[in-house]
Each structure stands twice: as C-alpha cells, then as structure tokens.
C-alpha cells in the first residue's frame, strides 16, 4: 500500500475483497458480487466508476456507512432492504422491510401476461394486481402496455404505500388505482387480466427458508396458514364473476400445489382453458386460466 493510499485509508479494491470474506464466512452465497453492491452504495459509485477507481479509498463517513450497512448483511437482512431498492423486469423497485422482495420467478407472470394481453385485442384492458406488495408485478405489466388500467390490492396499507410510490416514478402518466382489502373483494369485473403472487408458503415451512426469508420478509407476505393453498383457493371463489370473456387468470404457486389450483380452477371456470407454466428451472410456477 502507498504512503498516500496508507494516509488516506485501505483502497477501495481491499476494502471490497475484505468485505466479501466477511459474507462469505457469514454464510452470504454471492458474497462478492453482494460486498460490491454494498460498496457501490455506500461510495454512491457506478460500477464503472467503482471498477475504474479500485486504488482510491472510500472517505471516513462513507467507510462508516459502509461498515454499518456490511454489519446488517452479515445479520442476513435481505439485501434489497439494506440498498432500499431491487430489479424487477429491467426497472428499479424500491424495496422496504414492508413488502416482499420481488424474485426472480415472478416475471413469469409478467410475460404470461402481456403475452395473453397482445393476443387479446382489447383497448384499455383491466388488469387487477392481487396481493401487489412493491406493486412490481402490475407495474411491470403496465409499463409495457401503455393503454392497461392498473388496480393493486392488498391487505397491507404500508405495502401499498410503497407500491404507490413506485408507480409514480415508473408510470407517472396512469398511475393505477391502490386498494386496501381482501383478494378481488374490492373489484366488481369485468377484469381482462388477474395477476396473483399471493403468500404461498404452508406454515410448517417457513423454518426451512434462508433467514433472509424467514427472520426478515413480512410474515403476512409468506405464508396463509397450514396448506398453502388456503388464499389461493379462496381467491379462486372470486374469480367466476369477475373475471371477463376470454380474460386471463395468472397465479404463481409453489411446485406441488399446481393440481390442487388447477383442479379448483376448472371447477370454478368450467369453460377455462388451464395451463401450468413452468419457470426458468423447470419448476412448476404458474397456472394460467383463460376464460371461456
Ligand atoms: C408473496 S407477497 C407478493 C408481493 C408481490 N406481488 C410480489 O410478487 O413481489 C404477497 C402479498 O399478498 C398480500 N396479502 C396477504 N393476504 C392478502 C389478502 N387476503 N388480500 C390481499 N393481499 C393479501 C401480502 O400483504 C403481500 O404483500
């Protein structure tokens, strides 16, 4: 280390490098690229800047704020809650300990829907985001379907607070309607598109999940009660008198519960065309209705 880089405090690259062992050893399974993340935040850098930058150090206040946030990930509080922000579809969510974090998976539902949505012709279609937490689900569906009316539900008033704030930075121009309540109990229909990531964990499991899950996400976002399946079937109740023609039911679920879902739903929507789509790893994610 150079005299001047000594004065000044450990240049950014060791800092970064310490950082990831840090995580490593606390069970973190990205451990480097996570450490980066926290760096970038605390430094306020891009990551060309950080990369371009390697032998510099990081000012005292940030070095504390870095130090701090590094200390939270290390306690496995989901990162996302630490930056206050997480990637969803390509666009920029903020995340609080209110809501659950987006995964992944999810932009499953997302491209079900638009897909189902350029097929259907319809202008203006209503699309009703059930259990929206962040709101990223509907939001994403909407910001690439210009014309789409967006309504999210939830039980959480804070969830919805975050999701409203979401949608006026992402879709400032229809911001969509925000409703405290249970499931589609607030919609009368017709709805062209239903979109539901509700909780889906059966409550035994919530032990098994990564303590990033289970010590820190909403509980009221994880699980319904013993089965799983408990909000998703009610929910399917509604759907009969809501649910347009040839509108579209999507509903993410865990891998196991897609025959329950898919038999409930055929008893509900007798001429519905169901389908169970998998995700990424070949897990069954998603079932679809379309309406008769
Ligand atoms: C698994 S989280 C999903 C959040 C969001 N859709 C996503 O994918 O990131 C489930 C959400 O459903 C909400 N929720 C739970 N019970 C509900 C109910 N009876 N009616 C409406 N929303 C409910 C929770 O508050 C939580 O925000």
């Known amino acids: 280390m150079s005299e001047s880089t000594e004065s000044k405090g450990a240049a950014l690259r060791d800092v970064w490098m310490e950082a990831a062992q840090r995580l490593e050893d606390a069970g973190v399974e990205d451990a480097r690229f996570e450490a980066e993340v926290l760096l970038r935040h ?73 897909d189902h949505l350029r097929r259907l012709r319809v202008r203006r279609a209503a699309v009703v985001d059930v259990g929206t937490g962040s709101g990223a689900i509907g939001i994403a569906i909407v910001k690439n379907r210009r014309d789409a009316r967006l309504v999210g539900i939830d039980v959480s008033r804070e969830a919805l607070l975050v999701a409203r704030r979401n949608a006026q930075r992402l879709i400032p121009r229809r911001p969509g309607d925000w409703i405290q309540g249970d499931l589609l109990t607030p919609i009368n229909g017709p709805v062209d598109c239903v979109v539901a990531n509700l909780p889906y964990v059966p409550e035994g499991r919530l032990a098994e999940l990564e303590p990033e899950v289970a010590e820190h996400e909403p509980r009221q976002a994880l699980t319904p009660g013993t089965t799983g399946t408990e909000l998703i079937l009610r929910l399917l109740t509604q759907l009969g008198s809501r649910l347009a023609p040839q509108g579209v039911a999507l509903i993410e679920l865990d891998s196991g519960q897609e025959d329950t879902v898919s038999a409930a739903l055929q008893r509900m929507l007798p001429m519905a065309v169901i389908e169970v789509l998998d995700d990424l790893s070949g897990q069954p994610r998603v079932v679809k209705a379309v309406n008769g």
């Open 42 to 114: 605390a430094a306020a850098k891009s990551r060309a800047e950080l990369y371009a930058n390697l032998t510099e150090s990081l000012d005292p206040g940030a070095l504390r704020d870095f130090e701090a946030t590094l200390a939270r990930r290390i306690q496995r509080e989901p990162l996302a809650y630490i930056t206050g922000n997480r990637e969803f579809y390509k666009l920029d969510f903020e995340v609080t300990p209110d809501v659950l974090v987006p995964r992944p998976e999810s932009e499953l539902l997302v491209e079900a829907a638009l």
